[in-house]
């Protein structure tokens, strides 16, 4: 009889760590990478959804292990500079043995109960992969080549699995149903607050853990908080809510069994079974409870959802939803900041500069068409008194937004389509093949970070002692969207052809573009600014 390989993840190298001055990452053991998370840049996974899920596995044993239970245990386990706290190491050796990916009882974030089922290729598990329904994303891995992958990868990608899977059908033991609702952070935007270090990182998202005290939220009476690997594994899908923050932070969404083959000492695995999971109860609600998401309420009594998450959308850059990120949540009204954002607030924000990562994935009917990882720089005023800030910035969004509608089907250029194509043609869909918008959008980005990381430092006194930010980076602000406008009106008209009727239409539409522009920066353009 054939022994089953082993891979414990607390020894084992999976984790892959960017060292300072290296080019690569190095793959660490769990243990590794607490032990030298101070002389690491980052953790990067190989897409943006293994790169949240590793973060939040590791969360969630940094907060079985040492909390923190307030503000000054946080800023104590801070002071170390370090994870030398023996209560990771303990943690760790008490439950080393459910770590091990390919044990016979508790295989790690999976389910032995669904061994005797067949398994398909385990390509299935990135759903970035071509396999079965999945797009082919960077990747053309077909279900019958052949594909096999090494224990470390296939570790990653199940943590990500359980995060990130996208509903649709699974395989399914007999009474169940064909299909899986989606894993908690599909189709969201993860929010991940960084510092220099991957120690910095980690515990600039290690907020107040303490479940008997309803910290980071309250769960059902009687709950008892537990990560994944502290649960027995699901032998049937269940509908339930969760027991607390390490529960949520390991959700298991699929019951997923991956069958390692032992080829001359080298381990590698191409089957896998994958099947519904736990799943959130009707009328359970994320918003109040996931402190790395972003929420905006929805007005329609019909929304499934009336605080759904954040979400990418494909040619929208996620610094357009500012807003939603940054302003205070407790004055927002309709709008929800990540709550780790408070955290840092009471803490005490230790780390000079830090960057707030948006990482996710977009799908479309169970079919995954995007992944993102975004970065935003994070001023410690917009974490500790974003009040301030929050109405140059919201001025600031709003003009780009107004005067991007110049360039919509909506603005002057509906002119332009209508010489082109007739009253009858379809104006969206001709502007949208202009790219106007596009070449506009994405010729903001720049000024619009510029802005953002010198706002705090833009407060003008006046002389009866009130004060006001945003004046200076407003007015460059103005005309750096200007500048990218006409930009964005020149180059698109420019691939026009030139008949004479055309040349007409321009002429018009430049003049009502022009006019109605100078109208929306008139206001912050006191004087003229160049570009």
Same mark, same amino acid.
């Given at each position: 009889?054939? %022994? ?49 899920? &590793? ?14 239970? /307030? ?8 002071? +170390? ?46 759903? *970035? ?9 960077? /990747?053309?891995? *077909?279900?019958? /080549?052949? $594909? ?30 064909? $299909? ?7 189709? $969201? ?68 069994? *991956? ?53 990418? $959308? ?88 107004? %005067? ?8 002057? &250029? ?29 010729? &903001? ?33 103005? *005309? ?35 006019? +109605? ?15």
């Amino acid at each position: 009889m054939t %022994a089953t390989p082993e891979f414990n993840l607390i020894d084992e190298p999976w984790l892959p760590c960017l060292r300072a001055g290296a080019r690569t990452p190095d793959l660490l053991s769990i243990r590794e990478t607490f032990a030298s998370a101070h002389e690491c840049i980052e953790l990067a996974g190989e897409t943006p959804l293994v790169t949240a899920a &590793l973060h939040r596995l590791l969360l969630a044993v940094l907060h079985r292990a040492v909390g923190p239970r /307030d503000v000054e245990a946080w800023q104590a386990l801070y002071a +170390r500079g370090r994870f030398d706290d023996p209560r990771i190491a303990a943690y760790l050796e008490r439950w080393q043995a459910r770590f091990d990916l390919f044990d016979q009882r508790y295989p790690f974030y999976q389910c032995p109960a669904i061994g005797a089922s067949r398994p398909g290729s385990a390509a299935k598990l990135w759903p *970035a992969l071509s396999s079965g329904n999945n797009p082919s994303l960077f /990747d053309h891995t *077909a279900d019958d /080549d052949g $594909s096999s992958f090494p224990p470390d990868a296939v570790a990653r990608a199940i943590v990500a699995a359980q995060s990130f899977a996208l509903g649709g059908t699974v395989a399914r033991l007999k009474g169940e149903g064909p $299909s899986a609702p989606a894993a908690p952070l599909a189709n $969201s935007v993860v929010f991940l607050a960084s510092g220099s270090t991957l120690f910095q990182t980690l515990m600039l998202n290690l907020v107040r853990y303490a479940p008997e005290r309803g910290y980071p939220f309250a769960a059902g009476a009687g709950s008892v908080d537990a990560p994944g690997w502290e649960r027995a594994p699901a032998t049937d899908i269940a509908e339930r809510a969760p027991t607390g923050y390490t529960d949520l932070l390991t959700w298991q969404s699929r019951r997923v069994r *991956a069958y390692p083959e032992d080829k001359g000492g080298i381990v590698r695995v191409s089957r896998a079974v994958i099947m519904k999971g736990d799943a959130f109860p009707d009328g359970f609600r994320l918003h109040g409870k996931e402190p790395m998401l972003a929420f905006r309420r929805v007005q329609s009594r019909d929304a499934a959802d009336p605080w759904p998450a954040l979400a990418f $959308s494909e040619g929208r850059a996620l610094w357009r939803d500012s807003s939603v990120i940054f302003q205070d949540s407790a004055k927002a009204g309709d709008q929800a900041r990540p709550a780790t954002l408070a955290w840092l607030a009471a803490v005490g924000v230790p780390v000079a500069e830090i960057q707030l990562h948006g990482l996710g994935l977009a799908s479309d009917r169970a079919k995954a068409e995007f992944w993102r990882h975004e970065r935003l720089p994070l001023p410690h005023q917009f974490v500790e008194h974003p009040e301030d800030l929050y109405e140059p910035l919201s001025a600031a969004l709003s003009l780009a937004e107004d %005067a991007g509608s110049l360039l919509s089907a909506r603005g002057p &250029l509906r002119e332009i389509a209508t010489a082109l194509i007739g009253a009858g043609g379809d104006a969206h869909q001709f502007l949208k093949a202009l790219g106007a918008d596009r070449l506009y959008w994405a010729a &903001l980005d720049e000024p619009f970070l510029r802005f953002l990381a010198r706002l705090p430092e833009d407060l003008t006194h006046y002389d009866d002692a009130g004060a006001e930010y945003g004046v200076g980076e407003l007015r460059l602000w103005a *005309a750096a969207l200007r500048h990218a406008a006409r930009e964005a009106f020149r180059i698109a008209t420019g691939a026009l052809q030139t008949s004479g009727r055309t040349l007409q239409a321009v002429a018009r539409s430049e003049d009502a573009f022009e006019r +109605r522009l100078a109208g929306l920066v008139r206001p912050y353009l006191k004087e003229e600014v160049s570009v």
